[in-house]
């Protein structure tokens, strides 16, 4: 058998389908459920961070002299200087209005808490995709792409840690989905 045959026998082989055993499919399925737990853990911290950091000015996005406990607005800065594109005139409109600074802080708190407690998940993905869509919208379009920047892939992420329950596994979710009200209203999950 020359070289070539012999190449060309062992790429077949491994193409060739092998029985997946109950065991490998748990593994998958378990490695699949920690994967995502960890992906919900982990936007939970990126938005109670940004919580974290408007409100005390921790120095990281927010300097200390411009936190919302001293008086800084948490939507001024980012909605007078950082919006662009076909928006940029309402989201400078509503820069540094009470109303938008609560709105923003008390989701970007709610979100956040839920995410990483794995309660109210649905509710929690689907108002913090809504959230992301909006900042997407205030940079259009974005500086390194076309359409797509990370807004809206955090968004998708969302909405598969939303359908595939995520906050089950490492969360509250389990517990939180037996409660009569998430029983009788299942979007509550």
Do not use: C
């Amino acid at each position: 058998m020359d070289m070539m045959t012999a190449m060309i026998e062992r790429n077949t082989a491994a193409e060739t389908p092998v029985a997946e055993t109950s065991q490998d499919q748990n593994l998958r399925t378990r490695a699949a459920r920690w994967l995502l737990a960890g992906l919900r853990l982990a936007l939970g911290w990126v938005f109670l961070w940004a919580f974290l950091d408007k409100v005390f000015g921790l120095g990281f996005a927010t300097e200390t002299k411009n936190a919302w406990i001293n008086g800084g607005s948490p939507t001024k800065g980012f909605l007078s200087f950082g919006a662009a594109g076909p928006f940029q005139g309402f989201y400078n409109s509503i820069a540094g209005a009470a109303w938008a600074d609560w709105l923003f802080m008390i989701g970007l708190a709610a979100i956040g808490t839920a995410l990483l407690l794995g309660i109210g998940v649905r509710v929690a993905a689907a108002t913090g995709g809504l959230l992301l869509v909006l900042m997407w919208t205030a940079v259009l379009p974005p500086e390194n792409n076309p359409f797509m920047d990370d807004h809206l892939v955090y968004a998708g992420v969302l909405a598969l840690i939303a359908v595939t329950n995520a906050g089950d596994t490492w969360g509250l979710g389990r517990t939180w989905a037996r409660l009569p009200i998430v029983k009788r209203f299942g979007w509550l999950r």
